[in-house]
Nanobody, 126 residues
C-alpha cells in the first residue's frame, strides 16, 4: 500500500520559515518523481515545486522561485519543501505527490501524478 504522509505545516508570521516533509512508503522511492502542490480556500490546486527522480533537477512556480527549495533524501524516502520568506499568499493546504519517473522530467501538472498525500495546513498571518 502506497502512503505519502506530509508534516511540518503550522501557523506562522509573514517572513518566517517552514520546512515541510513528505514521508513515502510502499513504492521504490528513488524511481519516482515528486511534486509539491497547494490549494488555498476557493482556489484550484496549483503546482508549487517538483523534482525529478534521477538528477535532482527541479522546477518551481514563479511566485515561489528564490524562496522555496524542493529536495529529496532517497535514503529516507522523504521529499522536503523548504519555504523561506513566507507571505500571506502562501497560505494553503500543501500536498506532496509522486509518479514513476521518466526521462528525468519534472512534472508540473497535477494530472501527471499517481499518488497523493492527505495534505498539511500552512497558515501565514501578517
Amino acid at each position: 500500500q502506497v502512503q505519502l504522509v506530509e508534516s511540518g505545516g503550522r501557523s506562522v508570521q509573514a517572513g518566517d520559515t517552514l520546512r515541510l516533509s513528505c514521508a513515502v512508503s510502499g513504492l521504490t522511492f528513488r524511481s519516482y518523481a515528486m511534486g509539491w502542490f497547494r490549494q488555498a480556500p476557493g482556489k484550484e490546486r496549483e503546482f508549487v515545486a517538483g523534482i525529478n527522480w534521477n538528477s535532482g533537477r527541479s522546477d518551481y512556480t514563479d511566485s515561489v522561485k528564490g524562496r522555496f527549495t524542493i529536495s529529496r533524501d532517497d535514503a529516507k524516502n522523504t521529499v522536503f519543501l523548504q519555504m523561506n520568506s513566507l507571505n500571506v499568499e502562501d497560505t494553503a493546504v500543501y500536498y506532496c505527490a509522486a509518479r514513476l519517473g521518466t526521462s528525468g522530467y519534472v512534472y508540473l501538472n497535477n494530472h501527471h501524478y499517481t499518488y497523493w498525500g492527505q495534505g498539511t495546513q500552512v497558515t501565514v498571518s501578517s
